[in-house]
């Protein structure tokens, strides 16, 4: 389970507890799109305030928020000013209120001032391989033949959960040539 699907299933397990909440998701992603983050703004506060014609530029919207408990998910952040474009300062928010974020940029949360940082860790290699049979081939281990092919790529992942769901989607009910041209190109990326 990669950060995600932590952050997901946390939102998930306490947002009933706040008055209103809101998960972006690809904030890295819909970032670098034409006006992204004025699309993400847009979409946190019309969330939050349950309010579908909120001007996303107006400070009154935060102020509005000052006077309730949030819950925010801020998924895939990395760089501070996508958070400042986002939110401005953290002065509106309640002390009741909670932001999750995450990030594989750790100086992202010092700039934020976050005090309390959980740092995931790489699946051990034993569990990256049998995540990555289980989309690959639809069961906990590798299908015969396949099992120096499942060990390279799983290698190439290096324990990161979404990669290795990526790949082995992509290589589910291929041929082994497949497999091979898709671990020759990965190998030349990783030793150009």
């Known amino acids: 389970i ?6 997901r299933a946390i939102f998930d ?3 009933g507890d706040f008055e209103c909440s809101c998960f972006l998701e690809n904030v890295r992603e819909e970032s670098q799109r034409p006006g992204g983050l004025a699309c993400l703004r847009q979409k946190l506060l019309s969330n ?9 530029y107006i400070d009154l919207n935060f102020r509005r928020l000052s006077r309730m408990k949030v819950l925010i998910v801020f998924d895939d952040v990395t760089c501070f000013s996508q958070l400042e474009s986002l939110m401005g300062s953290l002065d509106w928010l309640t002390p009741v209120s ?3 974020l995450t990030t594989r940029n750790k100086q992202v949360l010092r700039n934020w001032g976050v005090s309390k940082i959980y740092e995931m860790e790489a699946l051990e290699y034993h569990h990256a391989l049998e995540l990555f049979s289980q989309h690959a081939f639809k069961r906990n281990h590798p299908d ?6 499942s060990s ?13 769901k990526v790949l082995s989607c992509f290589l589910h009910k291929r041929e082994k040539e497949v497999w091979e041209s ?8 990783l030793h150009p």
């Not at 990669?2 to 952050?7: D, E, Q, S």
């Open 2 to 7: 990669g950060k995600t699907a932590i952050a």
């Open 13 to 15: 397990k306490i947002s």
């Open 48 to 56: 939050i305030l349950k309010d579908k014609n909120v001007m996303p």
């Open 98 to 100: 909670r932001i999750i």
């Open 144 to 149: 015969v033949g396949y099992e120096k092919l």
């Open 152 to 164: 390279n790529v799983t290698k190439y992942a290096q324990g990161i959960p979404l990669a290795l």
């Open 182 to 189: 898709a671990i020759d190109k990965l190998q030349r990326i």
